[in-house]
């Protein structure tokens, strides 16, 4: 079975500052990967999906996140945050045969400061 | 347009009772998730419908647990006999036709539910 590890619990980082969320994987299949974020009395929202192809994948609000395989990782990135950026953020991963199914990491609370 | 809506918000349940959780998914969303996240995890898999048949339930805890979706659009998650350990919040997801990788999950705000 898949699983996925966040690196840290919780980030603080400064308003306009860069942040890096870490993520490994384990699976000895092949893997789908994502990045959701969610905000506070919010839904999780999708930021980013790494499917094939390109092992940056850009998403939206400024993030970008690289696959790298041989790592098994899939680290998150912002090089300048905004204090709107205050959430938990979640990887998860899911295998190409059974891809309905994701399994989360447990999550990264961001607080960001001015 | 509208998201997926989750009712109610917050539950508080004494232990042995029986709850039940509605989720209204995006209208026209033919998969529909439910997702358990314990306070301080990561959300982890509950069940899984595509329209109203029950494709995955391998996630659901106990026998206590049951979820339907009997006209393929909104789909309630009862739990009987609730116990401490089912306080958790309980996330509802909706995707368009296929799930996971090739098609994006919409989740709901979620259900608070607490066991006294």
């Known amino acids: 079975a898949q699983s996925v590890t966040q690196l840290d619990s919780q980030v603080p980082v400064f308003e306009e500052a860069p942040v890096e969320l870490r993520c490994n994987y384990s699976?000895?299949?092949?893997?789908?990967l994502f990045w959701y974020v969610q905000y506070p009395n919010q839904g999780l929202q999708l930021l980013l999906k790494y499917l094939s192809g390109s092992t940056l994948v850009k998403g939206i609000n400024g993030f970008e996140a690289e696959f790298n395989k041989s790592q098994t990782s899939f680290h998150l990135r912002k090089p300048s945050v905004h204090i709107s950026d205050t959430a938990e953020y979640f990887c998860?991963?899911?295998?190409?045969?059974?891809?309905?199914?994701?399994?989360f990491g447990a999550g990264t609370t961001v607080t960001v400061r001015a | 347009g509208a998201g997926v809506s989750q009712s109610p918000r917050y539950k508080v349940a004494k232990r042995g009772q029986d709850v039940a959780l509605r989720c209204d998914p995006i209208?026209?969303?033919?998969?529909l998730f439910w997702y358990q996240q314990a306070l301080g995890q990561g959300p982890e898999f509950l069940t899984y419908f595509q329209n109203e048949a029950q494709l995955d339930k391998s996630g659901l805890p106990s026998d206590r647990f049951f979820a339907e979706r009997p006209e393929g659009s909104v789909s309630t998650l009862k739990i009987q006999r609730t116990q401490q350990e089912d306080s958790a919040v309980y996330l509802c997801?909706?995707?368009?036709?296929?799930?996971?990788?090739?098609?994006?999950?919409?989740f709901g705000p979620g259900t608070r539910l607490t066991v006294l």
């Open positions: 998860a991963v899911s295998v190409r045969s059974n891809d309905y199914k994701l399994s």
């Open positions: 997801a909706s995707s368009l036709i296929l799930a996971g990788g090739r098609d994006t999950l919409y």
């Open positions: 209208s026209g969303h033919v998969s």
């Open positions: 699976s000895s299949v092949s893997v789908y």
